[in-house]
């Protein structure tokens, strides 16, 4: 009798951690969180490449971009060249001004990362791939 009661309880507990644990919702296989912090890392590269001459050796050779791109699983090609177009739109719309006369555009930079602006649009392209 007693291994009967035993028994019982562990199917009762495994019965009721299976209701309790079960959401009823489809798993997203992308782990949206994740995905938003790496793409904010391609944004701030491209920018910060911005500010770099071409034929600097740190732009040409250091594959940042390359890398952060190849993590996601959601984004795309035409997400990358939406991203550029924000970001030139978004460094040209901001009037930051020096003393001595420079661009500052690393500040715009690491300004862009906690932006607002940022996290709605690249919330904008997530909603998009979500609804494909």
């Known amino acids: ?26 798993k997203n296989r992308f782990d949206l969180e994740k995905e938003k912090t790496e793409w904010k890392k391609v944004a701030i590269t491209i920018s ?46 901001k009037k930051y001004k020096s003393k001595s006369g420079s661009t500052l555009i690393i500040m715009k930079c690491l300004d862009l990362y906690d932006d607002n602006e940022l996290d709605k649009f690249i919330d904008t392209l997530i909603q ?4 494909n």
Do not use: W
């Open 128 to 131: 998009k791939k979500i609804k």
């Open 1 to 26: 009798m007693g291994n009967k009661l035993i028994y019982l309880g562990v199917i009762l507990i495994f019965s009721i951690h299976f209701l309790f644990s079960f959401s009823g919702k489809p």
């Open 48 to 93: 910060l490449y911005k500010c770099l001459n071409y034929n600097d050796s740190l732009r040409r050779k250091d594959g940042s971009l390359a890398g952060y791109f190849q993590k996601s699983e959601l984004f795309g090609l035409d997400d990358l060249e939406k991203t550029n177009v924000f970001i030139n739109k978004y460094i040209a719309s």
